[in-house]
């Protein structure tokens, strides 16, 4: 199979659509068999679910080739699940994980050209979401959903890549509800959460670090990772039920117990022992790790002591191993990788 002619190493995170996606519909009670299609565009009506009163859920997740050629894809599973408790918070019919995990192969084989090559520091990003597609007019559940998965070939999420620490503002914004909607990949979710980003960027921070919307005290995620933090021999996470369960993250803890032997510790992280920690970093799929080198609290700086140079010797070894085990170069745990054939 030949590669597309693309320039691997320079791709940025942003969209370009290739050749096929997966798409299944929802009508009367159920799914029908779903396809492979070329069809990059969806068609609705102007009263859909989604475009009225945002009934969309998403996920994200990578296609790998590994040093000896072959395309793997890490914890399918985890996603579908994911995307099985998003839909159903939002009141959409689930679309099945081990349909999900089927599409997911179907997507990277049909795709197979795009998967960047080993070493080019790209991945090929799978985007998979379901939406209310059928017509509303009072608040309520679509009548009709559809499922769809595409796939673009993405280079790092922050630019500069893994290496460089990036800056952080702490919010103003409130990120989730207490008994809202910060647990689930929710289109909705990302909305509000525009303004936060807009403001951040525009006065030279990469993320925002969100607290808890309670009692503004405790450490959240940002808008669009989990916060990991190591202090001594720990790896400290915060245990929150109003942020998203990264699949990352939750990797990462298992990386770093069984695999580096550090003590995990997921739990309560008030903001003010943020100075305390050795290394602070954000994960997720996008993302793996990046180091955060400054958190900026309304003008007071907590300078994270591995700096803004480079990034701390044990979330590079975390990273390291992490992205190990993705590309197959160190031995997974059992179910982790999938691979396409
Ligand atoms: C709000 C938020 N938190 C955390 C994550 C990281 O999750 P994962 O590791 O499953 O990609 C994401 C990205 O998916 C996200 O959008």
Same mark, same amino acid.
């Given at each position: 199979m030949e590669k597309k002619n693309l320039d691997w190493g320079k791709l940025t995170f942003t969209y370009q659509p290739t050749d096929y996606r997966y798409v299944a519909n929802w009508e009367d009670g159920s799914w029908d068999d779903g396809e492979l299609s070329t069809e990059p565009n969806v068609t609705m009506s102007e009263s859909a679910g989604v475009l009225q009163y945002a009934q969309a859920v998403f996920e994200g997740l990578k296609a790998y080739t590994t040093k000896d050629g072959r395309i793997v894809t890490f914890r399918p599973d985890l996603n579908g699940e994911r995307i099985e408790r998003s839909a159903k918070r939002l009141v959409m019919p689930v679309f099945p994980k081990e349909r999900f995990v089927e599409a997911v192969k179907q997507v990277v084989k049909a795709n197979a050209a795009w998967v960047p090559p080993f070493g080019s520091g790209a991945t090929l990003y799978l985007r998979p979401f379901e939406f209310g597609i059928g017509p509303v007019i009072g608040v309520a559940p679509a009548p009709s959903y559809q499922f769809r998965m595409f796939a673009t070939p993405v280079g790092p999420y922050?630019? %500069?890549?893994?290496v460089t620490p990036i800056r952080v503002k702490v919010s103003?914004?409130?990120?989730?509800?207490?008994?809202?909607?910060?647990?689930i990949k929710a289109g909705l979710n990302y909305a509000m959460s525009l303004r936060a980003i807009d403001e951040a960027h525009r006065e030279g921070f990469n993320e925002n670090f969100y607290l808890?919307?309670?009692?503004?005290?405790n450490l959240e995620e940002t808008g669009g990772a989990n916060i990991i933090c190591i202090k001594g021999n720990k790896f400290i996470t915060p245990k929150s039920n109003t942020i998203l369960p990264s699949v990352t993250r939750r990797s990462l803890e298992v990386v770093a117990k069984d695999y580096l032997g550090l003590e995990v510790e997921e739990r309560v992280v008030p903001?003010?022992?943020?100075?305390?920690?050795?290394e602070i970093g954000v994960c997720g799929t996008a993302a793996v790790i990046a180091p955060v080198g400054e958190i900026n609290d309304h003008g007071d700086v907590i300078k994270v002591?591995? %700096?803004?140079e480079e990034c701390g010797p044990v979330l590079k070894k975390l990273r390291d191993t992490l992205t190990g085990i993705q590309m197959c170069e160190i031995e997974a745990p059992e179910g982790w990788i999938v691979e396409i054939k």
């Open positions: 922050f630019p %500069g890549g893994a103003d914004y409130d990120r989730a509800a207490p008994v809202g909607t910060g647990d808890d919307s309670k009692t503004r005290t903001f003010t022992e943020l100075k305390e920690m050795d002591p591995t %700096g803004m």
